[in-house]
């Protein structure tokens, strides 16, 4: 029997790229140049039975109109809002996706961030590096996380592992999300610049996308106190980033830390200039172990499809 002929648009981890070549015919799009895409699309795009991708390579309504007979696409991300997930339901192709395994990670990213930007671990390490310590002794003092209100914008999966360690860090926590949660105990807010201007830290943890572009604007970034900070580990979408560079720079807020960007790899060169700030190449999910769990999802995934088993983390119906 001819084997499965499989598009890759992103490459998985190594060990999981070797099951999967073990396995099946994989047409290495991602390595194609222009020209190359466009002779694989027209030479194998109708033998494309399945798409391997990630939140980086994506997967774009353009390409799936040349894969007439794609039957399943599969993602190494939790993040949906690359992929054209409603374009795929509609023609009954399945889409999945890497929820779970990463949560701890995501979480622990978020207050990694948390703590580095209010403790200033980047400039306490520069002052040692450029000599402060010795010519200036000891650096400014920076604030403390106890009891500090950590307002987080959604509360899914995440935002409840972010949470949790949270509160055994001496955080207070509230939320906002567009309906409270019955299972949560953290105070509820409907009106997110009223729970702007209410805590300390501001830290939306909801899926990207258009239903959430911008959800952070700039009438939500003037409500904060000039002591406030912003942490960002969900999309750089959710965040009117021009508006928050200009907060940023009129001292509106006191620091952000932030994993995600609107144009990444591109970061805004107004942000790599400021000390009040801690920037990471969106690699929240980005340990081995991580990363070697969502990739098995993606062979696992495919895996159920071709032998008529029930997926494993299907993308929700849009
Ligand atoms: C990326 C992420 O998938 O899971 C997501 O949605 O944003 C990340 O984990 C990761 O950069 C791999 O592409």
Redesign the pocket.
Known sequence: MSQIDILVV?PNRPKQMLQLSNTYQLHRYDLASDAEKEAMLASVGHRIRAVVT???GGFSAELLQRLPNVEVVCS????LDTLCVEACQARGIAVTH?PDV?TND?ADMAIMLILATLRRLIPAADWIKNGHWERQGMMPLNTTLTNKTLGLVGMGRIGKAIATRAQAMGLQVCYYARQAKPEMSFPFYDDLQKMAANVDILAPVVPGGAGTKHLIDRAVLAALKPTSYVINISRGSVIDETALVECLQQGNIAGAGLD?FDDEPHVPSALLAMDNVVLQP?????TVET?DA?AQLVVDNLAAHFAGKPLLTPAPQQ
């Open positions: 992103w990630s939140h980086g190494s991300s939790v993040g890497t990463l995501v995600v969106h690699c929240a999910s980005g990363r969502m």
